[in-house]
């Protein structure tokens, strides 16, 4: 158990709205990451941080942000949400050569 | 550009038997590979990985075999049983520091008793 909760768990939305996902991790973890994971696609990463306030976009960035304030947080926000962006969300962090994930987030946006 | 892919999205196996599968990456700046298990509803959990300095890795039911040249991994479980159906992520990294994935899409193993 790697202490990595996400919240919400589950959450619909609707085109156009703001949409922040949490991730929280218990185990003082310098790395954090945020996937999106989609049929034919496996893992995707959106964005990673690498400290406190030090940040950097991954493969598929465009129409995210994220924020770390604290060691233990890390936010994923949607500025404006759109049907591509329905997807499963997991966070994870690492620590040496593997990462541990989180239970993910179903964000479905109609 | 798929950089890592598994070209098999699904593998049938009867309990008892040999489960193989396989992963090809094409970026030969790769030098960190690992299996993930992917239970429904569920994140993926880490299962093994190897070094590019080896060609193999075991533990208990898992061995994850590595062919440099050939650019092709391969995760093989012996003896399968039911508990192994999962989906099963490669996935490959470069020394760049830290580390940042890049994952397969994925192949389902159903295990039958």
């Known amino acids: 158990d790697a202490g990595i909760t996400q919240s919400p768990r589950h959450k619909v939305t609707e085109t156009g709205t703001p949409v922040t996902l949490r991730c929280h991790q218990t185990?003082?973890?310098?790395?954090m990451y945020w996937y999106r994971q989609d049929p034919g696609h496996g893992l995707r990463l959106i964005h990673y941080?690498?400290?406190?306030?030090?940040?950097d976009k991954g493969e598929v960035s465009d129409g995210y942000s994220v924020s770390r304030s604290k060691t233990e947080d890390f936010l994923l926000t949607l500025e404006s949400a759109t049907s591509s962006q329905t997807s499963v969300y997991f966070c994870a962090t690492a620590r040496g050569n593997e990462q541990f994930f989180g239970p993910g987030t179903r964000l479905t946006v109609l | 550009d798929q950089q890592v892919k598994q070209n098999s999205p699904s593998l049938s196996v009867q309990e008892g038997r040999i489960s193989i599968l396989n992963c090809d990456y094409t970026n030969s700046m790769f030098d960190y590979f690992l299996w993930y298990k992917k239970y429904p509803a569920e994140g993926p959990t880490f299962l093994i990985s190897?070094?590019?300095?080896?060609d193999k890795n075991e533990d208990g039911r898992f061995t994850v075999f590595l062919n440099k040249s050939a650019k092709h991994l391969s995760l093989h479980i012996v003896p399968s049983q039911p508990g192994d159906s999962a989906v099963y992520f490669c996935a490959a990294s470069e020394n760049t520091g830290f580390q940042k994935l890049v994952f397969g899409t994925g192949t389902r193993l159903l295990v039958s008793p």
């Open positions: 941080s690498y400290g406190v306030k030090d940040t």
């Open positions: 185990e003082n973890h310098r790395y």
């Open positions: 190897i070094s590019s300095i080896k």
